[in-house]
Structure formats: C-alpha cells, structure tokens
C-alpha cells in the first residue's frame, strides 16, 4: 500500500502550505502529495512550489475543478508541471465539483458531466501524447470550435512544449456511470465513500468499464483517503468529526445534488443521509451532527491505539486500493503510517 498525505490549502484564508511535514513525509518514504481547490487557493500552483523543495515525492491534484479550465489549459499546467518537477512526477487528477460551484463560482453550466468527463479527458491525453494537431468532435467539447457564436477561423494546433505522453490521468468519482468511465479511460481513481466495509460495492461498475476499453485491474491506481488520529478515546475522535461530515452531508451542495449524501447512500446509511440533510438545511446544525453514525466515520479512518490502527489498517491492505492518503495532525502519526506500510526512507533533498 503506497502512502500519499493530504495538503488542505483549498480552505485557508491565508495561503501557508505544510512543507516541513510535505519533506518529512517524503523522508519517511511517502508516494505522493495530494492538494485540491474549491474557490480560493488553486490546486496546481502549490504544488508546483513543493516541486522545487522535493526531489522524489509525486504531485497530484485531488482535485483539479473540470469546470475551471479548458481540458488544454489543463493539459499545459500538468505538462508544465511535470517539467519543472521532473519525469513521473505530476498525476492529472481531475474531479467535476457539483452545480452550486460549477454555476456559482465558474459560471459554467452543470449539462451532461458523464459525456463532459469523457470528452475532457480523452483531450487532455490527446495534448500529452502530442501525436498531431488536437482535434476533437465530442458530444460537450469540439475542438476546433464549430456552431453558434464560431467564427469558424479555428486552427488545430499541436503543443509546443514536448510533454509526458504518460503523465497519469485520475478521476475523482463516485456513482456508478462516471466510475464506470473512470475505469474506461483513467489511469487512476479517487474514490468518494471507498472504505473496506465499501469496497465491493464499487467491483461490478470498475470491470464493466475496464471491459470496455479491454483493460484489467492491473491499469488503474486507486487512491483511497482516511484521517490517522492514535488516541485513547475514540468516541471523542468520532465525535469531533461529525460536525464535518454532517456539513458534507446536509449542506454541501443542494437537495437534489450532493455528491457527499450519496455516498452515504451508497454505504447503506440512506435513512442517516435523509436525517442530517433535513436538520442541517433546518439550521440545527448540532442535532445534524449527532446524526451521524459512529460506524461511518469509524469505517473510513484509523483512529485509536497503535494496535487499533494496525488491525483497521490490514482491512485496508485487503481491498483493491494501491494507495491511502493519509491526513494526520502529528509527525507521530505519519511516522507510524510509514512503519505499517513498510515504506521505504528516502535521503532528504
């Protein structure tokens, strides 16, 4: 199991990126470090400063907002990136965000994601294979441009910059079509609501879509996510995560799209989600907290002693998952993560 570590800049109102714990991680032998965006700090920039400060570690994006940028512009930061970082260093991960910001905050419409993923990604490799003048005729994105408001002047063009034909594509997903196409056309996945109680809710969808591109479990990543806290009260650490997720699950998008409640739908938890939705968008925020099961933080993380976390982190080693991004408070906890890995030092930069 390669271990990656979250970086969360994407809600800081001043910018301050963790790179004393980014190197230690590094060190320690981590694979990766994974940053992301909402509506302030972007998700590519910082890790593009964490490139000059690391030699080894890989840098990916989890996630990238589709609705942000073009899938080009996309391709150019990734390409860019890569090259100032070095070679097998850059993961393209990519993730839809909901309508709220993609209508809110970019100004874009929400129209049809599966068929905007597809035509998304399918461009992006176009421009790191740089095989010929990037053409697409799809059913969200057409390059050149053609149809109302074209002028029909467009050009196809072919990137200056020589990329990294291999430069890894992940896609962040949850339900069953975009997961599908995930396993389609991704070279990675990052899952929403993946835990070892759910892991085998996801198998049937991931071999449909590798069936259709002739492909096998060996051609994705799959990198999962759990919060480390080694503590002697779990109940409190519980606890004190429920105010976060009941705010995912009750008021993180609308009524009608919240990726965050469908994955606890997902989990089995239908009449929880329901619960917390109705108090939080009732305002009782606290009684929406409290209704949050134990089982389905407990699931998802790794709280408790250091034998506690041992054992929930063989559950772990036992699903298809290739990689864990660990989110943790202490050196301690990332140190212990790396000996349970078996992770492999690194000399510092």
């Not at 979250?6 to 470090?33: C, T």
């Not at 740089?130 to 994105?141: F, K, L, S, Y």
């Not at 995930?182 to 892991?199: C, Q, R, V």
């Not at 049937?204 to 590798?210: A, F, P, R, V």
Request: charged share 20%; with cysteine; net charge negative.
């Amino acid at each position: 199991m390669k271990l990656g570590i979250g970086v969360d800049v994407w809600n800081q109102a001043r910018l301050e990126i963790p790179l004393a714990r980014v190197k230690l991680a590094e060190r320690l032998g981590y694979d990766s470090v994974w940053s992301a965006e909402i509506y302030g700090a972007d998700a590519i920039t910082p890790l593009a400063w964490m490139a000059a400060h690391t030699r080894h570690i890989r840098l990916g994006t989890a996630v990238c907002q589709v609705a942000a940028r073009p899938a080009v512009t996309t391709a150019m930061q990734f390409g860019t990136l890569e090259a100032l970082a070095g070679p097998g260093r850059a993961i393209c991960g990519l993730g839809l965000s909901g309508p709220q910001i993609v209508e809110g905050w970019y100004g874009q419409p929400w129209g049809k994601p599966n068929a905007l993923l597809r035509d998304y990604v399918s461009i992006i490799k176009k421009v790191f294979a740089r095989q010929g003048p990037v053409t697409h005729d799809g059913a969200q994105i057409s390059l050149p441009l053609t149809g109302d408001g074209a002028l029909g002047a467009g050009k196809p063009l072919k990137s200056i910059l020589h990329m990294n034909p291999e430069i890894p594509v992940f896609l962040a997903t949850g339900g069953p079509a975009n997961t599908a196409l995930m396993a389609e056309l991704a070279d990675g996945w990052l899952p929403l609501g993946y835990t070892p109680a759910s892991a085998h809710l996801y198998t049937e969808t991931i071999q449909k879509g590798l069936d259709r591109s002739g492909r096998t479990w060996d051609d994705i990543e799959i990198q999962a996510g759990a919060r480390v806290s080694i503590t002697d009260d779990v109940q409190g650490a519980i606890d004190a995560a429920k105010p976060q997720f009941a705010f995912l699950v009750g008021g993180y998008g609308t009524r009608e799209h919240n990726f965050h409640r469908d994955a606890m739908v997902r989990r089995g938890f239908g009449e929880a989600a329901e619960r917390i939705q109705e108090l939080f968008m009732a305002g009782r925020r606290d009684e929406a907290a409290a209704a949050v099961p134990d089982e389905y933080i407990d699931d998802g993380a790794l709280i408790g002693s250091r034998r506690r976390i041992r054992e929930r982190f063989a559950l772990w080693c036992d699903t298809r998952a290739t990689g864990l991004t660990i989110r943790a408070d202490t050196d301690e906890e990332l140190a212990y993560m790396a000996e349970l890995a078996g992770a492999r030092p690194r000399d510092p930069l």
